[in-house]
Every structure is written in C-alpha cells, then in structure tokens.
C-alpha cells in the first residue's frame, strides 16, 4: 500500500530563516510526486511536480528536490506571506484517482 | 479567470436531509473530481470523471452520487446525510488525467 508520511505536522520560523519540510514515501512505482500549497479556507494550489530521483525545480523563495524515498521543500529566507499548509501527494498510477496525499505540514512564519 | 468554481460555501443539514454541491470549471479539463478533507487526514477521492459521460468511485464512495452534467459540471449528492459526512468538499480538474489538479475553494459542510 502506498503511503506518504509528512514531517513535521507543524513548523514555526521567524522571516528569513530557512528550512525544509519533509515528505517520506513507500510505493511500488512512483509516476509523479506532487506539492501543494493550501492556505485556510482555500484549495490547494498547485506548486510543483517531480518524476525522478534527483530531480530539482523551484518557483521564488521554495525548491523542491526529489530521492527514492523522500522528497524535500525547501524555504529560503522565508516571509510571513509563506505562511500556509503544504500538501505532498503521491502518483502511483499515472492518474489521479491514485494519488495519495498527505497530512500537509502547517508553516507560519513569523514577522 | 474563475477556473473551478463551487457551490454553496457553507452548509448545514439535519441528519438524513439530501443536498447537491455544484461544480463548475472554465478551462475545458476534460478530468474532474471530488474530495473531502478532515483534521488529521490527508485528503480522500470521493469520486471522479475521467471524460465526460464516464464517472467512477474513489477512495470513499460510500454515502454519495456523482453526476457529470457536461463537460463543464461535476455535482455530488448526498441523499441522506448523516454526521459522518461533516468535512469539507473539494471539487478539482486536470486537463488529462495524471495532471496537475486545479481545486476549488471548497464546501464546509456540518451535518448535525
């Protein structure tokens, strides 16, 4: 069964300071991984895709990078607008009914 | 750009009172879907389309109907709501299935 495991459910920087957010995975094969950024009372929006190991793509302040078993967000120099729960979903059918997401890890960051 | 749009916002019911959830998106995705979303859980496929016409169960299926109207509409209904279905709705698209999903800002329903 596939399974995706976010870390840590809550995380607390003050602006500027960097740091990662964690998305641990077991699955059979994997077709897509995928990030999310949801603030309250909103949907997620999408933020980034990545299909292999070693893969890297990055949009602003975030990057994402990928290995057999985990993949990593990455904020550098974070602001209080980045301030949102990330979502890490897992593709393993090559369609969406089978995607598996996560908990989500709730990021404030702090004036 | 309005791209997925939901109906109602919010909701309240009585236990075993039936409600439809409206969706709508402008994009022209042929792939649409509807997920719930609670505390502590990542979230679940309730159903999807994959085309219009065609519409199939997900992960939690059970206490609900589906029906693409075209290829515009996706509706979920509740036809006798019960507590366990308090959550909050998300209805989604993609252009091809396998593809990024685009998300409306979602239905918090309470069945009381």
């Known amino acids: 069964e596939d399974q995706v495991t976010q870390s840590p459910e809550a995380l607390r920087l003050q602006e500027g300071e960097s740091s990662s957010l964690n998305c641990s995975y077991t699955v059979s094969g994997l077709r897509g991984l995928f990030w999310y950024r949801q603030d309250p009372g909103k949907g997620p929006e999408f933020l980034f895709t990545l299909y292999s190991a070693g893969e890297e793509k990055e949009k602003e302040r975030l990057k994402a990078t990928l290995t057999k078993k985990e993949s990593f967000l990455h904020i550098t120099a974070p602001k209080p607008e980045d301030s949102a729960t990330y979502l890490c979903?897992?593709?393993?059918?090559?369609?969406?009914?089978?995607?598996?997401f996560g908990k989500g890890t709730l990021l404030t960051v702090n004036p | 750009n309005a791209g997925v749009t939901q109906t109602p916002k919010f909701q309240v019911l009585k236990t075993g009172q039936s409600m439809t959830l409206q969706c709508a998106q402008d994009m022209n995705h042929n792939s649409m879907y509807w997920y719930r979303q609670d505390p502590g859980m990542g979230l679940r496929l309730i159903y999807y389309?994959?085309?219009?016409?065609?519409?199939d169960k997900g992960e939690v299926p059970n206490g609900y109907n589906v029906s693409r109207l075209n290829k515009r509409e996706f509706s979920l209904r509740l036809e006798s709501a019960a507590p366990s279905q308090t959550s909050v709705y998300f209805c989604?698209?993609?252009?091809?299935?396998?593809?990024?999903?685009?998300f409306g800002s979602g239905t918090q329903l309470s069945v009381l």
């Open positions: 979903a897992l593709n393993s059918g090559g369609s969406n009914y089978k995607l598996t």
């Open positions: 989604a698209s993609s252009d091809r299935d396998g593809e990024k999903l685009f």
């Open positions: 389309s994959a085309s219009e016409g065609t519409t």
